[in-house]
């Protein structure tokens, strides 16, 4: 078991396709529906690596565009503007997945030179989905939201609750919304829900004190 999450956590932390500044991923899928990384050869369970140990408690995003499809909805470019506002937490505790429906197109080399225009920071992942494997992870994301649409974008914590919100939320409403949803430490003590007893009230002038 910890040898397989040691090569997810590498292919979760390295660039895979080598000569290329971006983080770029080439994943198909069997006639079976298990997913193959084309550049490790690798058999996937997971092909988000979900179950990563680096994943654990962090938010992560998922997306699907085109770049041929960009001009019109401009989806990556609002995705760009969000990862801005997330600053250094992409890469930390926020990582974003957005995997394309047109690999064919959609180069390596097209996608390096896409990802160097938007300044993809490390954390920001594009992945080639071949063979149909973009309607299999778009299958898999349906079964933990329950619909989708190419102008939403998936968030949630691996083995935790999932939802979408549309990408033309502005980024400074979207980026406070995802930070105040990264899991934090547990408390040391727990406290009752409710309002807060007398004795306990932060504020002398709240109404519980009158």
């Known amino acids: 078991m910890s040898n397989r999450k040691d090569l997810l956590d590498k292919l979760v932390r390295k660039p895979i396709q080598s000569g290329l500044n971006a983080n770029i991923r080439d994943l198909s899928v069997d006639k079976d529906g298990t997913f193959i990384d084309l550049v490790s050869n690798k058999r996937l369970d997971d092909p988000l690596l979900l179950d990563s140990e680096h994943l654990q408690k962090k938010i992560v995003l998922v997306n699907f565009f085109t770049l041929r499809n960009e001009k019109r909805h401009h989806t990556m470019a609002k995705i760009a503007q969000l990862v801005k506002q997330l600053g250094s937490n992409v890469g930390s505790s926020i990582f ?77 409403v979207t980026a406070h919304r995802l930070l105040d949803s990264i899991p934090g430490p547990k408390p040391a003590t727990l406290r009752r829900a409710g309002p807060a007893r007398l004795d306990q009230q932060k504020y002398p002038w709240s109404a519980r004190a009158v």
């Open 96 to 172: 974003v997945n957005s995997i394309t429906r047109d690999p064919e197109y959609d180069t390596p080399e097209r996608l390096a030179a896409f990802a160097k225009e938007l300044e993809a920071p490390d954390g920001w992942t594009f992945i080639r989905a071949m063979n149909g494997a973009d309607k299999h992870i778009n299958s898999k994301m349906n079964r933990v939201r329950g619909y989708s649409s190419a102008l939403e974008v998936f968030y949630g914590t691996p083995g935790g609750f999932w939802g979408t919100f549309p990408i033309d939320n502005t980024p400074e």
